[in-house]
């Protein structure tokens, strides 16, 4: 149990294209969802949090009209670059949880922008 | 503002070896606390987690790790490792009281390479 689904797992986009990305929980509610940021050899940076119906939360420094994040039921989220550019080039990756506090995470979406 | 260090980037171990992976976590209450391990271009697989109770978790893969409030100390442990566990581990703090939206801080991570 407690999977969570990401789609894609590899994208390659022009610069000054938006690109976006869904976080699926298959087999659970997830009542808040997280998006990362991981760089290479670096650790996970927490960009937003989303909880069902509401807007996102995002953490400081991290620009809202670039990265939309969108979490309209409770087995979904999406996160949308837009106008995407080449330093958005990243491993994105989501988490879920429900009603505990553990954090269910996604494989990732390799994002490469040209 | 909750922390996480890791001080150890890279750490080197025969296989059949024993391991141990240090983490000291900064959190003004009682902190939930957990370790993730992820393989080149995977997501993160959790290997433990403490909540409360037995300060002594055991987790998956035969890995273990033992909480102490005296010295902020999380350290991931396994008496003896395998050449598949090979990857880089994570140690992360989250509010026992669910505050912050349950948000989790990562440490940097320490890559665990094993020799054959």
């Known amino acids: 149990g407690a999977v969570v689904s990401q789609h894609p797992s590899r994208v390659i986009c022009k610069s000054g294209t938006s690109v976006k990305i869904e976080c699926r929980s298959l087999?659970?509610?997830?009542?808040?969802m997280f998006w990362y940021r991981q760089f290479p050899k670096k650790s996970l940076m927490l960009m937003a949090t989303?909880?069902?119906?509401?807007?996102?939360?995002?953490e400081q420094g991290v620009e809202k009209d670039k990265f939309l994040i969108n979490h309209a039921s409770l087995t979904l989220s999406t996160l949308t670059v837009t106008s995407a550019h080449p330093e958005d080039s990243s491993f994105y990756i989501c988490?879920?949880?429900?009603?505990?506090?553990?954090?269910?995470f996604g494989p990732g979406t390799r994002l490469t922008v040209t | 503002a909750q922390s996480v260090t890791q001080p150890d980037i890279h750490i080197t171990v025969s296989e059949g070896a024993s391991l141990e992976l240090r983490c000291n976590y900064s959190?003004?209450?009682?902190?939930?606390l957990f370790w993730y391990v992820q393989s080149p271009g995977q997501g993160l697989q959790l290997l433990l987690k403490?909540?409360?109770?037995?300060?002594l978790v055991q987790g998956i893969k035969g890995f273990e790790a033992e909480f102490k409030r005296s010295q902020s100390s999380f350290n991931l442990r396994k008496p003896s490792v395998h050449w598949s566990d090979a990857a880089e581990y994570f140690c992360?703090?989250?509010?026992?009281?669910?505050?912050?939206?349950?948000?989790?801080?990562f440490g940097k991570g320490t890559l665990l390479t094993v020799n054959p």
């Open positions: 992360a703090v989250g509010g026992g009281s669910g505050g912050s939206n349950y948000k989790l801080t």
């Open positions: 087999d659970f509610q997830a009542t808040t």
């Open positions: 403490y909540f409360s109770g037995d300060t």
């Open positions: 959190y003004g209450a009682t902190p939930y």
């Open positions: 988490s879920a949880r429900s009603y505990s506090y553990e954090q269910y």
């Open positions: 989303s909880n069902e119906g509401s807007k996102a939360t995002y």
